[in-house]
Structure formats: C-alpha cells, structure tokens
C-alpha cells in the first residue's frame, strides 16, 4: 500500500523558511510518477505549489518561484519542501501527494502556523 | 493560469437525493480534470479523473462528465457518509489549479 506522510515543525516564524519532509512507503519516487507539494489554505483555497519527478527535474508554481525549493534523498524514499521568506499568508495545511496530473495518493497534511 | 469556477459554494440536500456540482476551466482543459472529496479533517480523496473515470474504490453512485469548459459531478442517492467538501482540479496547464470548493451538507 502507498503511503505518504508529512512531517515538520508546526509553527515558523515570520521572515524565516518553512522546511517540511514527505517519506513515502509503498512506491519508490524514482520509479515514476511526480511528486507534489499542495497546500488549503484557512477558508479552503487549494493550490499546487510544485513536484519533484521520479527523475529529479522540478517545476514550480510561479507564484512562489522565487521562494520554493523542492529536492529529494532518493536513499530515504523522501522529498522535501522548503519555502522562504515565509509570511503570515503562508498559514497553511500542507500536504504531499503522488502526481499523475491528478492527485492520487496524498500524506494527512501538517498544520503550519506562520506567527511570532 | 487557468481559473476554476465551482458552483454552488455550499449545498443541502436529503438523503436519497441526487446532487450536482458544477465546474468551469476559464479555457479548454480537454477533460484534464479530477473530482476530489475531503472530510474534515482528512486528506483529499481523488474521486473522478480525465472529467468521467472512476478512481478505483470509489462507489459507482459517484460520476463525472463534461468537456471543453465545463464539468460536473453527480452524487445519485445520496448517502450521510457523502457529506464533505467536493474540489475540482485541472491538470491541463501548470501550475494546476483548484476549484473553491462545494461544501455539501444534509437537509
């Protein structure tokens, strides 16, 4: 069974970055697919924020490129989520998931708070 | 980017009934769509994909359709564990985008 599961600090502050790790079991991330960082915001609103492919190659949302890096120890069976310069509008639950185009595999999300 | 419109907001309906939840791609996303469910407090579940495919699990009560713009899910006869938050998503263009979200309740 798939299986992906979120993990990091729950509350950042203010100016500093937001490093979340995704372990995966069940699959192996070089074997296929890529590899998604999605966050709902309070109020609902989804947004992809980038993946990391079986290959290594990234993409990002735009929205966020200045700021986003995702990378992968291929050892761990883990990607990784770091996002700087974090602000209050990065208040957010995070999740990780398996991407064909469509989500189908997804962690239980972590809850991060952005505050002083 | 492409914008997704989904309508209603929020929606009451009985149990039995059949349930609509409407989404429009502000382009052609040629039925590069999933349909997800989430329950509070749960991750999103994928539910429908490529506009009318069934994700494997799903109950058959669930069902997709639409093309160019415009797609829709359909809940037949409803059931109490169907209460949930309903989400579309394209996957046509990057970066993929999300619909606002139907939370559907019981009346």
């Known amino acids: 069974e798939i299986q992906l599961q979120e993990s990091g600090p729950g509350l950042v502050k203010p100016s500093q970055s937001l490093s979340l790790t995704c372990s995966v079991t069940g699959y192996t991330i070089t074997s296929g697919y890529d590899w998604s960082w999605i966050r709902k915001f309070p109020g609902n609103k989804m947004e992809w924020m980038g993946y990391i492919s079986y290959s290594g190659s990234t993409n990002y949302n735009p929205s966020l490129k200045s700021r986003i890096s995702i990378t992968r120890d291929t050892s761990k069976n883990q990607f990784f989520l770091q996002l700087n310069s974090v602000t209050t509008e990065d208040t957010a639950t995070y999740y990780c998931?398996?991407?064909?185009?469509?989500?189908?595999?997804w962690g239980q999300g972590v809850m991060v708070t952005v505050s002083s | 980017d492409i914008r997704m419109t989904q309508s209603p907001a929020s929606l009451s309906a009985s149990l039995g009934e059949t349930v609509n939840i409407e989404c429009l791609a502000s382009e052609d996303i040629y039925s590069d769509l999933a349909w997800y469910q989430q329950k509070p407090g749960k991750s999103p579940q994928l539910l429908i994909y490529n506009a009318n495919s069934l994700q494997n699990g799903v109950p058959s009560r669930f069902s997709g359709s639409g093309s160019g713009t415009q797609y829709s899910l359909k809940i037949n006869s409803l059931q109490s564990e169907d209460v949930a938050t309903y989400f579309c998503q394209q996957y046509n263009n990057y970066p993929y985008t999300f619909g606002a979200g139907t939370k559907l309740e019981l009346k």
């Open positions: 998931a398996r991407d064909g185009g469509r989500f189908d595999y």
